[in-house]
């Protein structure tokens, strides 16, 4: 039939009484089962070991670096080189639409056109993979693009020699805050261990943005309490427990003569 089998051979010498080989006897088993056991065994390994290495080099970037810019490059290339994926996107809200902020390519792949009009889309909820992600809040699994009907790129993804490819929601206090996809050149069934270890790397990302934007925020709130200070008609001081001046206006060194210094 075609099909391919290991087979294990097991061969003696029988000689007479001076020692000439006047035989030969053999025996060949069939190690097939085993081998396969063998070779699937090895792949669950490495493939363990690279989603190993995928996370530790998730948590690296995002425990170094407090830029959003700096980091999802990084993040993209180092899921895509462990994982053996070709190309990524990472998809951010923007009103009413999801727009392509960040992607990522292979070497060597021919990426422009679907790059060009990945990073040209308003995607809304429910459109193609990313906007299927963002209206579920689930993973997808596109095996083939080429058949998917609801994939509006599927043109300048077959001029990349994209073909599978997945995606997954970026989650902070269960709300849908990005969404990362995942193309790669070779079909491929889907993977849910991977599924569910890139989801849990996912809601880290989730909770490094939440915490980028909260910084944000922050730093926003005290420039204006800042500016409304220095622009008060009246004395502001502020002083912590132990009685020491952590604030004072323009407006008090008028009022009292003194500096903040």
Known sequence: DGSVRWLRNLGAAICDEAGRVRALSGLSLDITD?????????AERERSERIAAAQFAVAGVLAETSD??????????ALCEFLHWDW???WLPRGDALECEFTWAREGLPDAAFRQQSEGLRVTRGVGMPGRVWRDGEPAWIADVQQDA??????????????SAFALPVLS???VIGVLEFFSAELRECDVPMLTTLSALS??????????????RLRASEQRMRLIVDTSLDGVISMDEDGVVTLWSPQA????G???D
């Not at 085993?34 to 090895?42: K, L, N, T, V």
């Not at 060194?253 to 009292?256: A, L, P, R, T, V």
């Open 258 to 260: 003194w500096t903040a």
């Open 173 to 175: 206090r269960g709300a």
């Open 203 to 216: 809601t880290q990302i989730g909770d490094f943005m939440e915490r980028l934007d909260g910084q944000r």
């Open 34 to 42: 085993r081998r396969r056991a063998e070779i699937e065994r090895d």
């Open 150 to 163: 609801n994939f509006p790129r599927q043109a300048a993804a077959a001029e990349a020699g994209l073909r």
């Open 68 to 77: 959003l810019h700096a980091a999802m490059p990084r993040i993209m290339a």
């Open 253 to 256: 060194s008028s009022i009292f």
């Open 88 to 90: 990524s996107a990472m």
